[in-house]
């Protein structure tokens, strides 16, 4: 393996690119038409256009992915997360080439991808799920029957759903019927796949994921737990690793299941088992994604290693090379998206004016989509970067995180900077009391709404001042982050 092609965009494009070039071996970034120069093109030894604007022309389009990997002579490819890292008809395109797809077999891939179907897997095989049913066949008197053993609320679900697409709670009987027909409407829309389960809903839960390594030895092994509760529509916005809830019983235990999971499928390469974690510290598997995950930054920090490198050696049918992980740090990952938080979180598009990033530090990754310049464009994913940040403590990981967040400087499009630094000193989250629905229950949208009044009555002054200096003395400045914040995020939310 020598030439390897990237088949993403964006901070994974980058950090993927980064590993390939570590192992002295050829990077190679294909493009669409609105990315052309982008970071990852930059920063790749190679790369090719595959035209187009949307996704569906240009990464997902199957046909520019075969003329691409067969006009640059790529040897293998590396699929990132999203786009087509869960797609089996790329692994055919890769085996009909006679190219390394660097992930798990096709098998692992479709089982996996289909929720009904890996958590019938997953029961057989003695892995706790979350108690449901499968409404195949089922009358709609018999299904009302089984709601009422698992009792209420429960979750309607998507057997094909994914980034928290196609999931819909049921609180009471008398909606159950309309929810059920819109949840399937949803999910044959978004996924081109009707089929839906129902499952017993989790009150007040965490997010845990634990992340697994397989290889083709037969060799499967975790590298402990993420937490991902901080979400905003069941989507992550915030992780950590170590979870602060674990004892070393309950992490040997998840950890555990996760290998027998992943055992189940003979999974290779890097991939996720998800577990929903109630409040009585029980466990139950919600999915796994098999691919690199979008938080895999904060075990890489906390344990320090390269995951991708690891997925690289693998592919190229090495052993796995992990041994005696032992936690250096806690890890914490927040993710910047170009989205306007008060305005239900709704993408904010438009050129980024300024950009200066923090200053660098040994214990700050920046993972980076975009730099000074460049469009956030409606055609993808909005998220600008993840911040990451490791301490010796969770405190300290949180403190130099808000450090970070108050240092970057950013204009021009809506971001939700000032959200996660409200979110970040929020004492239930620094004292991490956690659950999946932080947000909603500690009222931070609203709290965000009432700083962001006030600070803009007093920082409009400043934040002009602030953002004169920046742009006269990019890189070393101190800012206050709620003045400029308050600037863009004002003007725009409140039009
Ligand atoms: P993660 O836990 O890694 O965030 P998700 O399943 O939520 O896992 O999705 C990972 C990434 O893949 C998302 O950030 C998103 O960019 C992309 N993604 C997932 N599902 C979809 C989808 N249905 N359409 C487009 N992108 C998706
Ligand atoms: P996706 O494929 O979209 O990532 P998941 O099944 O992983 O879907 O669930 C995403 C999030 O939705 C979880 O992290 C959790 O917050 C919430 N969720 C999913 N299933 C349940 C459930 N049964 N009870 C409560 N919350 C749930
Ligand atoms: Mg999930």
């Not at 009707?194 to 007040?204: Q, V």
Request: hydrophobic share 35%; glycine share 8%.
């Amino acid at each position: 393996m020598k030439r390897v092609m990237v088949l993403n965009r964006g901070e994974i494009a980058n950090r993927i690119i980064s590993s390939i070039k570590s192992m002295g071996l050829l990077a190679i970034a294909v493009y669409s038409d609105p990315d052309r120069n982008s970071l990852a093109v930059k920063s790749a030894d190679l790369s090719y256009p595959l035209g187009g604007e949307s996704s569906t022309e240009s990464y997902l389009n199957l046909e520019k992915i075969r003329e691409a990997i067969q006009a640059t002579k790529a040897d293998a490819v590396h699929p990132g997360y999203g786009f087509l890292s869960e797609r089996s008809d790329l692994i055919e395109l890769c085996d009909e080439l006679d190219v390394v797809f660097i992930g798990p077999g096709k098998e692992a891939i479709l089982k996996m991808g289909d929720k009904i179907e890996s958590k019938q897997l997953m029961e057989k095989g003695g892995v706790p799920v979350v108690p449901g049913f499968f409404m195949d066949g089922l009358t709609p008197e018999k299904i009302v029957e089984k709601v009422e053993e698992i009792g209420l609320p429960v979750m309607v679900k998507a057997a094909a759903g994914g980034g928290g697409k196609g999931m819909r709670k049921v609180d009471q009987l008398k909606d159950l019927q309309s929810d059920i027909e819109s949840c399937q409407r949803e999910a044959k829309n978004s996924f081109g796949d009707e089929r839906i389960f129902i499952e017993k809903y989790i009150e007040n839960p965490r997010h845990i994921e634990i992340q697994v390594f397989g290889d083709s030895h037969g060799n499967i092994m975790h590298l402990n737990e993420r937490e991902c509760s901080i979400q905003r529509r069941n989507q992550k916005i915030v992780e950590e690793a170590p979870s602060c809830v674990l004892s070393s019983q309950k992490r040997e235990e998840m950890g555990k299941a996760a290998i027998l999971a992943a055992q189940l499928v003979s999974y290779q390469s890097a991939g996720t088992v998800e577990f929903i974690y109630t409040p009585e510290d029980e466990f139950y598997f919600l999915e796994m994604n098999t691919r690199l995950q979008v938080e895999h930054p904060v075990t890489e920090e906390s344990l320090g290693v390269d995951l991708v490198q690891e997925q690289i050696r693998v592919a190229r049918g090495e052993e796995l090379s992990f041994q005696d992980l032992v936690p250096e740090a806690h890890s914490m990952e927040c993710r910047l998206y170009a989205e306007a938080p008060l305005e239900n979180y709704q993408p904010s598009c438009g050129k980024i004016l300024k950009l200066v990033w923090p200053r660098s530090k040994d214990w700050l990754r920046i993972d980076k989509g975009v730099e000074e310049g460049d469009e956030v464009t409606p055609f993808y994913d909005p998220m600008i970067a993840k911040v990451i940040t490791k301490g010796k403590t969770r405190v300290q990981a949180i403190e130099r995180m808000i450090q970070a967040l108050e240092e970057l400087v950013l204009f021009g499009v809506t971001t939700n900077q000032g959200f996660l630094l409200h979110l970040l000193r929020q004492p239930a989250f620094q004292e991490g009391r956690l659950s999946t629905h932080f947000l909603d229950q500690h009222g931070v949208l609203d709290g965000y709404r009432n700083r962001l009044a006030s600070a803009q009555d007093e920082g409009l002054a400043t934040g002009l001042a602030g953002c004169f200096l920046a742009s006269r003395t990019s890189g070393s400045i101190h800012n206050s982050p709620y003045s400029i914040q308050g600037l863009n995020a004002g003007k725009k939310e409140q039009s």
